[in-house]
T-cell receptor
Framework: RKEVEQDPGPFNVPEGATVAFNCTYSNSASQSFFWYRQDCRKEPKLLMSVYSSGNEDGRFTAQLNRASQYISLLIRDSKLSDSATYLCVVTFSGGYNKLIFGAGTRLAVHP | NAGVTQTPKFRVLKTGQSMTLLCAQDMNHEYMYWYRQDPGMGLRLIHYSVGEGTTAKGEVPDGYNVSRLKKQNFLLGLESAAPSQTSVYFC????????????FGEGSRLTVL
């Protein structure tokens, strides 16, 4: 079983739709959680951190469920520019604070 | 604002050839990483460094070597390239390892024939 699993998609949604992605992780000792965004043939960039209490950044909401070991990303009022791959990242303690990346969920927003 | 710069951006090698990928960052970051990204798989850590003069193995280190002689540079070497090393390679850096925020270079697309 992969340490971090995501539905690869693609999620095809119209502009203005609300879409949600989940990411499950296998190690209950996981410490921190993040969502990264990666545009086609570009480098990943941090989208937002995921806090235990949940957090919101504009149209984006991230939530953590430690009991069920998953994090989620909700995008409201989807824009064409939201089309990208969203990577779930989980960290564990260690000499370099090990980061494990999921393979990503692809989102395609169409007019 | 250069950030993290990788060279070369593209390279085609024949099996058995060697090459070096250079990563340079101008943010005075201590931690630097080399990842590879393959279709359907997440970014996998090859090697990393927690400071000048230090290197350590990640998840998939076989076939690669690294050096960090200067704080701003992290080199990834392939001594004898194999087709299985065809991939997109990303370098990343961060100031503190516990922030989860990595700054990535634009990637280096390597094809081994």
């Amino acid at each position: 079983r992969k340490e971090v699993e995501q539905d690869p998609g693609p999620f095809n949604v119209p502009e203005g739709a609300t879409v949600a992605f989940n990411c499950t992780y296998s190690n209950s000792a996981s410490q921190s959680f993040f969502w990264y965004r990666q545009d086609c043939r570009k480098e990943p960039k941090l989208l937002m951190s995921v806090y235990s209490s949940g957090n919101e950044d504009g149209r984006f909401t991230a939530q953590l469920n430690r009991a069920s070991q998953y994090i989620s990303l909700l995008i409201r009022d989807s824009k064409l520019s939201d089309s990208a791959t969203y990577l779930c990242v989980v960290t564990f303690s260690g000499g370099y604070n090990k980061l494990i990346f999921g393979a990503g969920t692809r989102l395609a927003v169409h007019p | 604002n250069a950030g993290v710069t990788q060279t070369p951006k593209f390279r085609v090698l024949k099996t058995g050839q060697s090459m070096t990928l250079l990563c340079a960052q101008d943010m005075n970051h201590e931690y630097m990483y080399w990842y590879r990204q393959d279709p359907g798989m997440g970014l996998r850590l090859i090697h990393y460094s927690v400071g000048e003069g230090t290197t350590a193995k990640g998840e998939v280190p076989d076939g690669y070597n690294v050096s960090r002689l200067k704080k701003q540079n992290f080199l990834l070497g392939l001594e004898s390239a194999a087709p299985s090393q065809t991939s997109v390679y990303f370098c990343a850096s961060t100031l503190r390892a516990n922030t989860g925020e990595l700054f990535f270079g634009e990637g280096s697309r390597l094809t081994v024939l």
